[in-house]
């Protein structure tokens, strides 16, 4: 029996239950819409996965600061250290901190910190912040750390670290910015060990990438000021936190805040290679709210000075801090009240500039033409000593090739002034008291920064922490792109207190924002040490007496032979207040000892009295040790313990047979034959040579001027 089916598409298929159609297809509809929405969420994550290295920004700062020195110590450099690490913290910068570090151990935070630079990656920022003492050696600078003692010249290439090799070291590592500053220009006796040792610093070479700024102009130092921060770091964290503000202008507004809050007397130096448009390091809070990003700003060397007023054209140049800058203002305003201020500052940055470019050259051309320029400059005595270095003479021949430098902006006719004596040395007050500069552009000074009290008494080995720094500025917000700071890396010195390197120095007392060092018994400040009876205010002590070793416990102590106890035996001679048991071996009345052997029995044969005499020790005070008897009894001389027996003749050896030895035949000589010597060679005529004519004497030429 055969049972036949009809066929049916599966579209005509009947169903036996129409709801179970529709749940299957809203599950392959689920299905789908689940299979879409992973879809977007892993295109979505490989997105960010692919852009964050691309965009993601890492902040790495080294903040070192040295103030502990032995000769006139800097407090606030920590101050300044500490104020700086934490507005760096507060901008989101991973920071590494040091106080007071050896020249070993600051060494190594150097090369560590290049480190996590290499490991931030080319989308990092990078800032470095150094306070303490800065010096100048063969137009090198250096950075002196705290247990560095400065009494030569060249204690500062062997104990300082050269800032060239960090400036070096950093240009080598990509990153997207790379930020120097160098508040190292306060003044010091260290300067004053003589040539080539000068105040301040030198000018320094920015790689591309890097901004490298110093708290003076080159060679010069920053006007005293005893507060508890420099000018230059209040400046810093103002103009640090203040939004929307790429960090090159941020670098030149601190400069421009420093000139006006000291009327002129301090110009913060800069040398900028960033690449345009420079980082922004924060945004003001309405614009992060948005994701907006702020407009490019217009380069500060870019902005026109037509149409200012002198004030206003005078802030501008400041900002900018360029030859072609001044030199705008004086071609504005020849005659204004503040022309004298920028004839000066241009006349400084030029000789700095074209100093900088001949020790660069190292040639003699190029040191006559500086002293050409500046025969009474602050560079004059330096080019001098550079040239007997070169075997050459000191003073300019009357022509010589000049050198002139390409990069350096010719002088203005008339109006610029190159050298003058009264530029080299410093101003009196009334020069920049008759004009007192107005706060423009930048308004008046943030007060909370500006007036922030005293870190807490400083501790060995960390820098001070600035509690209100965090919170004296205008609200920012960090960009979202800048990763999460890194907890601080907290650098610290041995313990102890500091060691100072070289010789000579001893402990200085405790000042104000030092650590307090205990002062050692018997020197100033210290406990005073009781006075030796006997001696200079010690008790007198009768006729007859003398003084028991210092080095014995009191009480009978035995010699380990026998015989009278150490404190008690009143052997002749000086050198009573030590003793040595070991000496008295061998002696009449003394016990016998391994001394005697050491004793060589020959020398008596030869005439010779060996005797032992001990250590003498200088009695304390004016006390002299009183001799029973009062005469000076000799030492004996000390007696062989045993005779030592001569040695038995050795008995001869027997007498050998000499070896026969055959006589030696010689051959023959031969007689050379007789030597036919060569017929005398002719000699050729002398040549006869024209007479040479020596040509005219040549004028001097005038010099040539060289470009390079």
């Known amino acids: 029996m055969c049972l036949v089916f009809p066929r049916h598409s599966r579209a005509t298929l009947p169903s036996r239950n129409p709801g179970a159609r529709s749940v299957r297809n809203k599950i392959i509809r689920e299905a789908s819409m689940v299979r879409r929405l992973f879809g977007l969420l892993a295109a979505a994550f490989v997105a960010v996965v692919v852009a964050a290295p691309a965009h993601a920004e890492s902040r790495v700062a080294l903040v070192l600061g040295s103030g502990t020195y032995q000769t006139n110590p800097l407090p606030n450099a920590l101050n300044n250290a500490g104020l700086m690490a934490q507005t760096l913290r507060d901008l989101g910068f991973s920071t590494v901190e040091g106080a007071d570090l050896p020249q070993s151990e600051l060494r190594g935070a150097i090369a560590n910190f290049m480190t996590k630079v290499r490991e931030a990656g080319p989308d990092s920022i990078v800032f470095v912040y150094l306070s303490g003492l800065g010096l100048q050696h063969d137009s090198d600078s250096y950075l002196v750390p705290s247990d560095t003692a400065i009494e030569r010249e060249s204690?500062?290439?062997?104990?300082?670290?050269?800032?060239?090799?960090?400036?070096?070291?950093?240009?080598?590592?990509?990153?997207?910015?790379?930020?120097?500053?160098?508040?190292?220009?306060?003044?010091?006796?260290?300067?004053?060990?003589?040539?080539?040792?000068?105040?301040?610093?030198?000018?320094?070479?920015?790689?591309?990438?890097?901004?490298?700024?110093?708290?003076?102009?080159?060679?010069?130092?920053?006007?005293?000021?005893?507060?508890?921060?420099?000018?230059?770091?209040?400046?810093?964290?103002?103009?640090l936190r203040e939004p929307g503000v790429p960090v090159d202008q941020i670098i030149a507004r601190a400069r421009l805040r420093v000139h006006q809050q000291t009327n002129g007397r301090d110009t913060p130096w800069e040398v900028s290679a960033l690449a345009q448009p420079a980082p922004v390091l924060t945004l003001p809070a309405e614009m992060a709210a948005t994701g907006a990003t702020p407009p490019p700003s217009v380069p500060i060397g870019e902005r026109p000075m037509d149409g200012l007023p002198a004030q206003e054209a005078y802030a501008l140049a400041i900002e900018q801090d360029t030859i072609a800058g001044y030199q705008a203002f004086l071609r504005l305003y020849p005659n204004d009240a503040l022309t004298p201020r920028i004839k000066r500052l241009l006349a400084a940055k030029r000789e700095a500039l074209v100093w900088r470019q001949t020790v660069r050259f190292g040639s003699a051309q190029g040191y006559w033409t500086y002293?050409?320029?500046?025969?009474?400059?602050?560079?004059?005595?330096?080019?001098?000593w550079r040239l007997s270095r070169l075997s050459a003479p000191v003073a300019p021949p009357p022509a010589f090739d000049e050198v002139v430098y390409e990069d350096i902006p010719p002088p203005l006719p008339v109006i610029e002034?190159?050298?003058?004596?009264?530029?080299?040395?410093?101003?009196?007050?009334?020069?920049?008291?008759?004009?007192?500069?107005?706060?423009?552009?930048?308004?008046?000074?943030?007060?909370?920064?500006?007036?922030?009290?005293?870190?807490?008494?400083?501790?060995?080995?960390?820098?001070?922490?600035?509690?209100?720094?965090?919170?004296?500025?205008?609200?920012?917000?960090?960009?979202?792109?800048?990763?999460?700071?890194?907890?601080?890396?907290?650098?610290?010195?041995?313990?102890?207190?500091?060691?100072w390197g070289m010789p000579g120095g001893g402990l200085r007392p405790a000042g104000p924002g030092g650590p307090?060092?205990?002062?050692?018994?018997?020197?100033?400040?210290?406990?005073?040490?009781?006075?030796?009876?006997?001696?200079?205010?010690?008790?007198?002590?009768?006729?007859?007496?003398?003084?028991?070793?210092?080095?014995?416990?009191?009480?009978?102590q035995f010699q380990p032979g026998g015989g009278k106890p150490l404190n008690q035996?009143?052997?002749?001679?000086?050198?009573q207040g030590v003793i040595n048991p070991g000496l008295n071996r061998g002696r009449p009345g003394g016990p016998a000892g391994p001394m005697q052997s050491r004793i060589n029995p020959g020398l008596r044969n030869q005439g010779i009295n060996p005797t032992i005499r001990g250590p003498r020790v200088a009695p304390q005070g004016n006390f002299r040790p009183v001799r029973p008897g009062g005469n000076f009894q000799p030492r004996a001389n000390i007696q062989p313990r045993m005779n030592v027996q001569p040695r038995m003749n050795v008995q001869p050896r027997m007498n050998i047979q000499p070896r026969m030895v055959a006589p030696r035949m010689s051959a023959p000589r031969m007689s050379a034959p007789p030597r036919m010597s060569a017929p005398p060679r002719m000699s050729a005529p002398p040549r006869m040579s024209a007479p040479r004519m020596s040509a005219p004497p040549r004028a001097a030429a005038p010099n040539v001027r060289r470009r390079f």
Request: no cysteine; glycine share 14%.
């Open 155 to 239: 204690d500062v290439p062997i104990g300082g670290v050269r800032l060239m090799d960090i400036t070096r070291a950093l240009a080598g590592l990509p990153s997207k910015a790379k930020v120097v500053l160098f508040d190292l220009s306060s003044g010091h006796p260290y300067a004053n060990v003589g040539p080539p040792v000068r105040p301040g610093l030198g000018v320094l070479d920015g790689a591309p990438g890097m901004l490298i700024a110093s708290a003076a102009a080159p060679g010069q130092v920053a006007s005293f000021d005893d507060a508890a921060y420099s000018r230059f770091a209040l400046a810093l964290a103002e103009q």
């Open 371 to 384: 002293l050409r320029r500046y025969p009474g400059g602050p560079h004059a005595e330096e080019a001098r």
């Open 417 to 499: 002034v190159i050298d003058d004596p009264v530029y080299w040395e410093p101003a009196p007050a009334v020069f920049y008291d008759t004009v007192v500069l107005a706060p423009v552009y930048l308004g008046p000074p943030v007060a909370p920064i500006w007036a922030l009290p005293p870190p807490p008494p400083y501790a060995w080995g960390v820098l001070p922490v600035i509690a209100g720094a965090a919170i004296i500025a205008a609200p920012f917000v960090l960009p979202r792109i800048v990763r999460p700071p890194l907890a601080p890396v907290v650098l610290r010195p041995p313990t102890g207190g500091p060691r």
């Open 516 to 556: 307090g060092l205990r002062p050692l018994p018997g020197g100033p400040g210290g406990p005073a040490l009781r006075p030796l009876p006997g001696g200079p205010g010690g008790a007198v002590l009768p006729p007859g007496a003398r003084l028991n070793n210092p080095g014995l416990r009191p009480g009978p």
């Open 569 to 575: 035996i009143g052997a002749p001679g000086r050198g």
